[in-house]
C-alpha cells in the first residue's frame, strides 16, 4: 500500500482544472476535442452522483456548476492505448493555454 510506504509521494488535494469524459469507441486513435458543459453533465450524472451517494438535486446543482465552471473535454479511448497520455496531456496544454503538441485531437 503506498500510504504506508511511501506516504511522502501522496498529495493531499488538488485543484480542479478541466472535466474529461472518457469514451470508448474501440477503434482508431486516442483523442481528445472540446464539449459543452451540457454534454459533460449528461456524461457524468448518473455515475458520479449514484456512486457518490449525492442523487439529491443539490448534488445535481453542484456537478452542474463545476461542469460550467472548468473547461469540459470528452477523451476518445481507441483501440491504441499508448495514445492515452499523449490526449491527456494535449487537453492539460490547452487548459494551461499552451499549444497543443497534436496527440491526434478531433
Not at 452522483?49 to 453542484?62: C, M, P, T, V
Not at 481507441?78 to 496544454?93: N, T
Amino acid at each position: 500500500m503506498l500510504a504506508v510506504r511511501r506516504p511522502e509521494t501522496l498529495v493531499a488535494a488538488l485543484p480542479l482544472v478541466v472535466v474529461v469524459v472518457p469514451r470508448v469507441i474501440g477503434h482508431g486513435p486516442c483523442g481528445a476535442r472540446p464539449i459543452s458543459p451540457a454534454l459533460a453533465l449528461r456524461a457524468l450524472a448518473p455515475s458520479t452522483l449514484l456512486q457518490l451517494g449525492h442523487g439529491d438535486s443539490a448534488g445535481l446543482e453542484r456537478l452542474a456548476a463545476l461542469c460550467r465552471r472548468l473547461p469540459c473535454y470528452a477523451l476518445d479511448l481507441g483501440g491504441d492505448v499508448d495514445g492515452i497520455p499523449a490526449a491527456l496531456g494535449e487537453i492539460l496544454d490547452s487548459c494551461a493555454g499552451r499549444p497543443a503538441a497534436s496527440a491526434g485531437a478531433r
